[in-house]
């Protein structure tokens, strides 16, 4: 387990991503902030290539790749949105994407999945055949496996997002970032602590999936157990590269109820006119909720993604 | 009837509208681009203040109104985004409204227009008993009566939308509107006609409310009569004042159907993760529809707004 990053790591994946995700705009709403007492700076991925963040982790990692090896493709176990970003990173990239998903997953993920061109492979949804499917794929293939978030190319990637947020606006007091791997958090943390050493990081967790609050208070990775929250982006415990970077930069891990995310969710969805998804609404709940850490600051939140099934909401 | 308009009359309600409005962004998709088979530029109207186009018609008539007039208020009748806007502007520019909407009204709607700060009388949803309360009303308050559509000042409000789009893009071959009242349609058919006369402008209107298409068609207002769609803000009949600038520098009237109306709306959130209101989809369904029309041609679609029930959804 190491943090061992530098201030040159986070401009060189800034610098490498920049042509191949979008620069996503930073929405606000008087009434929002009015309700929070606070100034919440939205940073839209939401609207981001293929509805999510993902894409930046995915895109640095497959450029990390050597040509040999970009050649052979990459390969991944997903069912959300990092299946989607791997799989569009490497058609924009031109490369092969194989991709496990449980037999079970969102026929609209897989569509997705499918449409960006990737090819999929299906298997029983536990942990150890999706695994044993994958190794099986790889050896005929010979792809790389990207992790979804524990990778060290991948956080880079995803730090990128905080890295614009500090060139669209001044330095926040606050970034509040959905935790469930720990990924886009560990990017975040990482530009916060080498570009803007003020700025603070919390993270926003579901109750029904607590495991980061577990692990954070008590110094050790806690594995997720029958995770049940609404927040299907954040059922993953934390790994080996993004626990100790959460250790060491974030300021602290807040636990929101799904009936307070769902609220927050309808707040975006009807006064600010976007599509957000259960996930990246815990940032704003957790603001909602800690009314007194935030108020009078300016607090960037990340909108991770987008990607919801509008037939079957929890409005 | 007439169609007396100058275009210092366009520029001149864009100058005293601006300060007051959102300069709204426009949006594109590629995967709804090629969908399409054309350009499509997305003017987002539901991002604007109060959450419709609405907005720029009430403030550019209250502005018109002499200070005497201001100080005693406006009143109009009306259960839609109207009624929303002109709460809005009244609260912005300092003057009492007050607001007739039937007892049946959403009370999503009555509570943003509480919201804002209106007073709000209720009555029996006839056309007849509406005029009568609102009569009674502005006799005591001597308030001013804005019509939603069916007046001068509020179709010149209504123009400085596509007045923006021709700032924001070089000029579009053509700008689809969905077609209600004609407030809407016939300022930006107004735009077009006196700074961007090439721009061909298309009304899009669901079939189940196809008085618009009657009146183009056959030279005459039609009135509408049982007018049965999901696209709620396009209930109304044509006016005195919109029928015969329609008539005149609209292009045509595309009918859509209701089904079509959904599967654009759905495209849209599911793709742009932008929320639209069921109105607003008219224009990609009638872009879908007639893709020969629109073939490889740069097209502003006009989102009139995001106003929608999140709890009533089609989906």
Redesign the interface.
């Known amino acids: 387990m190491t943090t061992n990053y530098s201030i040159d790591d986070i401009h060189g994946a800034y610098k490498r991503v920049k042509d191949h995700v979008h620069q996503t ?1 930073i929405l606000t709403s008087t009434i929002i902030d009015d309700l929070a007492g606070a100034k919440l700076l939205f940073k839209c991925e ?2 981001q290539r293929a ?1 999510s963040f993902k894409i930046r982790g995915a895109t640095n990692a497959i450029l990390q790749l050597t040509p040999e090896e970009q050649k052979r493709g990459v390969i991944t176990h997903s069912s959300g949105n990092f299946a989607q970003a791997l799989a569009y990173a490497a058609r924009q990239l031109n490369i092969p994407a194989y991709i496990v998903m449980p037999e079970n997953a969102p026929k ?1 993920k897989v569509d997705a999945v499918k449409g960006y061109g990737a090819q999929i492979r299906f298997c029983k949804n536990t942990q150890k055949i999706r695994e044993a499917t994958m190794l099986e794929w790889q050896n005929e293939t010979g792809a790389s496996f990207l992790h979804p978030y524990d990778n060290r190319n991948v956080i880079l990637g995803q730090s990128t997002c905080a890295y614009e947020i500090l060139q669209q606006v001044e330095a926040p007091d606050c970034i509040v970032v959905p935790i469930g791997g720990g990924g886009l958090i560990s990017g975040t943390a990482l530009t916060a602590h080498f570009l803007s050493p003020k700025t603070r990081v919390y993270a926003a967790e579901p109750q029904g999936a607590d495991d980061a609050w577990h692990s954070f208070h008590q110094n050790k990775i806690f594995p997720s157990e029958n995770p049940n929250t609404i927040a299907d982006g954040l059922l993953t415990a934390l790994g080996e590269h993004t626990f100790p970077v959460i250790q060491k930069h974030v300021d602290d891990v807040l636990l929101i109820t799904d009936e307070e995310i769902i609220e927050a969710m ?1 707040l975006v ?2 006064r ?5 998804e259960p996930s990246s609404a815990t940032t704003l709940a957790a603001v909602l909720k800690n009314k007194s850490l935030f108020a009078n600051q300016k607090v960037a939140l990340l909108v991770s993604g ?1 990607n ?1 099934d ?2 079957k ?1 929890p ?1």
């Open positions: 705009p939401n609207f509805g609209v309808r969805w009807t600010m006119k976007i599509i957000i987008g919801v509008v037939n909401l409005f």
